[in-house]
Nanobody, 120 residues
Framework: QVQLVESGGGLVQAGGSLRLSCAASRSIYSINAMEWHRQAPGKQRELVAGISRGGSTNYADSVKGRFTISRDNAKNTVYLQMNSLKPEDTAVYRC??????????????WGQGTQVTVSS
């Protein structure tokens, strides 16, 4: 199993930047993929960005060109750099570890979430 601890959320003006961090309790290279999701009140949960064990990345269309997902394997940490923030980016952001190997099966684990609020 894996424990995930998120940090970096806060209040920022439109056009500003934030960097979210997700620290894992085991090597992230042993996990199939790390992802960032977000959910605003009254909205469905949305996959924002993901990075695979091999380093491939993917992004939601709404954040392409503004957000960047990256990792530091030595620190067992993934990051989400968010630039040119918009009020519609306001949400609770959570990281997920996908396909964590436990004995002969794989499981998903989720962080506690961190609030991002963008003012206009």
């Amino acid at each position: 199993q894996v424990q995930l601890v998120e940090s970096g959320g806060g209040l920022v003006q439109a056009g500003g930047s934030l960097r979210l961090s997700c620290a894992a309790s085991r090597s992230i290279y042993s996990i199939n993929a790390m992802e960032w999701h977000r959910q605003a009140p009254g909205k469905q949960r949305e996959l924002v960005a993901g990075i695979s064990r091999g380093g491939s990345t993917n992004y939601a269309d709404s954040v392409k060109g503004r957000f960047t997902i990256s990792r530091d394997n030595a620190k067992n940490t993934v990051y989400l750099q968010m630039n040119s923030l918009k009020p519609e980016d306001t949400a609770v952001y959570r990281c997920a570890a996908r396909g964590v190997l436990v004995t002969t099966a794989r499981y998903d684990y989720w962080g506690q979430g961190t609030q991002v609020t963008v003012s206009s």
